[in-house]
T-cell receptor, first 111, second 115 residues
Framework: LAKTTQPISMDSYEGQEVNITCSHN???????ITWYQQFPSQGPRFIIQ???TKVTNEVASLFIPADRKSSTLSLPRVSLSDTAVYYC????????????FGSGTRLLVRP | GAGVSQSPSNKVTEKGKDVELRCDPISGHTALYWYRQSLGQGLEFLIYFQGNSAPDKSGLPSDRFSAERTGGSVSTLTIQRTQQEDSAVYLC?????????????FGSGTRLTVV
């Protein structure tokens, strides 16, 4: 499974756009990119998943360049409630059952 | 059910005792996973079920850990002769299996404290 690298922590302010970039240089052809959000004392929550280009849902956008060696999770106009740990994962159709979680990015949103 | 349910939410046990942790997955989800999360750390994969079978047990830390799933639904994770290093949050997740476009749905976990 492709290893991912993402910043340990990020700070932002309410109303700002936050972009968290994840590196996955060894991503395989059939690997998807998935992001999860985790609040204290809760299990991770699925945010968004993509394979290439751009994916958008009601929560976030995911930008994936053509070489797919990195991806960027974009959170528009964050609020205090977006303070959480964000995990980037890669996995394929046959290996997605074994999602490997790294240390994630701890996002702190300040008033 | 509407979500993944885990019980108990908190468990304090004495070193050397056995504990059982329960997971009720979302109805119809064929795949079920157990993870462990120590304080301030990422998630550590323990075991994966497809139906009642466990094709991958590679993450179980020792032979004191075992898990089963019955009826393609409820799963139980058992830890025998608990040790202090077993203290962690044990998370269960379920999915439709394969490349589920909605990812895994996690429960809120069982916080296990071994004293």
């Amino acid at each position: 499974l492709a290893k991912t690298t993402q910043p340990i922590s990020m700070d932002s302010y309410e109303g700002q756009e936050v972009n968290i970039t994840c590196s996955h240089n060894n991503i395989a052809t059939n690997d998807y990119i998935t992001w999860y959000q985790q609040f204290p004392s809760q299990g991770p929550r699925f945010i968004i998943q993509g394979y290439k280009t751009k994916v958008t849902n009601e929560v976030a956008s995911l930008f994936i360049p053509a070489d797919r060696k990195s991806s960027t999770l974009s959170l528009p106009r964050v609020s205090l409630s977006d303070t959480a740990v964000y995990y980037c994962l890669v996995g394929g159709m046959d290996s997605s059952y074994k999602l490997i979680f790294g240390s994630g990015t701890r996002l702190l949103v300040r008033p | 059910g509407a979500g993944v349910s885990q019980s108990p939410s908190n468990k304090v046990t004495e070193k050397g005792k056995d504990v059982e942790l329960r997971c009720d997955p979302i109805s119809g989800h064929t795949a079920l996973y157990w993870y462990r999360q120590s304080l301030g750390q990422g998630l550590e994969f323990l075991i994966y079920f497809q139906g009642n079978s466990a094709p991958d047990k590679s993450g179980l830390p020792s032979d004191r850990f075992s898990a089963e799933r019955t009826g393609g639904s409820v799963s139980t994770l058992t830890i025998q002769r608990t040790q202090q290093e077993d203290s962690a949050v044990y998370l269960c997740a379920s999915s439709r299996g394969g490349q589920d476009p909605y990812g895994y749905t996690f429960g809120s976990g069982t916080r296990l404290t071994v004293v």
